[in-house]
C-alpha cells in the first residue's frame, strides 16, 4: 500500500513538472520566437512552428485579424494547457473483518 501511494506521488510530480515545462515554453518569451520576422505578431505561418498555436490559431487571435499579437498570445497560452486530471479521491481503506461465527448464518445439512 505504502510503495503504491509513492509510486502516485512519484508519478503526480512527474506531471507537475511536465505541465510547469510546457508552461513556460509557451510564455512570452516564446512569443519573440515565434514571431520570425519580428514585426510584433504571429502569422498563420509563423505558428505552424508552434503545434498547440497552429491548432488554435482563431482562438487565439481574438480580435479576427488573422495575426496573434502578444498580448494575444498571453491571454491564450493559461487556455491552451491541458486541463489537470481529476484523480479520484482514494477510499479509505476498511479492514478485513474475521466473520462473527454468531452473525454468520451457518449451512445446515438436510
Given at each position: 500500500m505504502i510503495k503504491q501511494m509513492v509510486?502516485?506521488?512519484?508519478l503526480a510530480?512527474?506531471?507537475?513538472?511536465a505541465m510547469?515545462?510546457?508552461?513556460?515554453?509557451?510564455?512570452?518569451?516564446?512569443?519573440?520566437?515565434l514571431d520570425a520576422n519580428g514585426d510584433?505578431?504571429?502569422?498563420?505561418?509563423?505558428?505552424?512552428?508552434?503545434?498547440?498555436?497552429?491548432?488554435?490559431f482563431r482562438t487565439a487571435d481574438t480580435?479576427?485579424?488573422?495575426?496573434?499579437?502578444?498580448?494575444?498570445?498571453?491571454?491564450?497560452t493559461p487556455s491552451a494547457m491541458p486541463a489537470e486530471p481529476q484523480t479520484p479521491a482514494s477510499e479509505p481503506a476498511t479492514p478485513a473483518t474475521?466473520?462473527?461465527p454468531a452473525t454468520t448464518p451457518q449451512a445446515t445439512t438436510p
Open positions: 509510486v502516485g506521488l512519484m510530480g512527474a506531471a507537475t513538472l510547469a515545462n510546457d508552461a513556460s515554453s509557451m510564455g512570452a518569451g516564446n512569443f519573440k520566437d510584433g505578431r504571429v502569422s498563420t505561418t509563423e505558428a505552424q512552428s508552434h503545434a498547440q498555436l497552429n491548432e488554435g480580435n479576427g485579424d488573422g495575426y496573434v499579437s502578444e498580448t494575444e498570445f498571453n491571454a491564450w474475521p466473520s462473527d
